[in-house]
C-alpha cells in the first residue's frame, strides 16, 4: 500500500468532529463534550540494488483521544468544565511520595555518618 493513499484515507481522523461531541440539551442547559485529539503516522521504505537485494515496507498510525471537559451553556453563559483524570493525580501523587522517601532516606543516612 502507499503511503499516500494511507495518510488520504486517514486524514479525518482528528477533525473537529472527532474534538467536540453532539451536544446534549436537558431543559435550558445545554452540554458540549470536548477531548483532546492525537494523531500519528508512519512510513517505510526499502529496495536496495548490489550485493544484497532486500525489499522493504512499512506503515503505521495511531490515534488517541481522552476527555478534555465540556462546555455548559446555561441561562445564555457559556462556562468551561475540564475534565478531571484521576489517573494523573494518582500517578502523581505516588512520584510525590517516592521523592519525599528517598529524601527522608537520605537526610537518615547523612545524619548516621554525622554521628559517627
Keep these: 500500500m502507499d503511503i499516500m493513499s494511507?495518510?488520504?484515507k486517514t486524514k479525518d481522523g482528528a477533525s473537529v468532529q472527532?474534538?467536540?461531541?453532539e451536544p446534549v440539551t436537558r431543559g435550558d442547559v445545554t452540554v458540549i463534550p470536548v477531548a483532546r485529539i492525537?494523531?500519528?503516522?508512519g512510513g517505510g521504505g526499502g529496495k536496495q540494488e548490489g550485493e544484497r537485494p532486500s525489499?522493504?515496507?512499512?506503515?503505521?498510525?495511531?490515534l488517541?483521544?481522552?476527555?478534555?471537559?465540556v462546555y455548559v451553556i446555561k441561562n445564555g453563559e457559556v462556562t468551561w468544565r475540564p475534565a478531571?483524570?484521576?489517573n494523573?493525580?494518582?500517578?502523581?501523587?505516588q512520584i510525590v511520595a517516592v521523592?519525599?522517601?528517598?529524601?527522608i532516606r537520605s537526610i537518615v543516612r547523612h545524619r548516621r555518618k554525622a554521628r559517627r
Excluded at 525489499?55 to 495511531?62: K, L, V
Excluded at 521523592?99 to 529524601?103: D, F, G, I, K
Design 6 to 8: 494511507l495518510m488520504e
Design 18 to 21: 472527532r474534538v467536540f461531541g
Design 38 to 41: 492525537a494523531q500519528g503516522g
Design 55 to 62: 525489499q522493504g515496507s512499512g506503515g503505521g498510525y495511531g
Design 64 to 69: 488517541g483521544a481522552t476527555p478534555a471537559g
Design 84 to 86: 478531571v483524570d484521576v
Design 88 to 93: 494523573r493525580i494518582v500517578i502523581g501523587g
Design 99 to 103: 521523592v519525599l522517601l528517598l529524601t
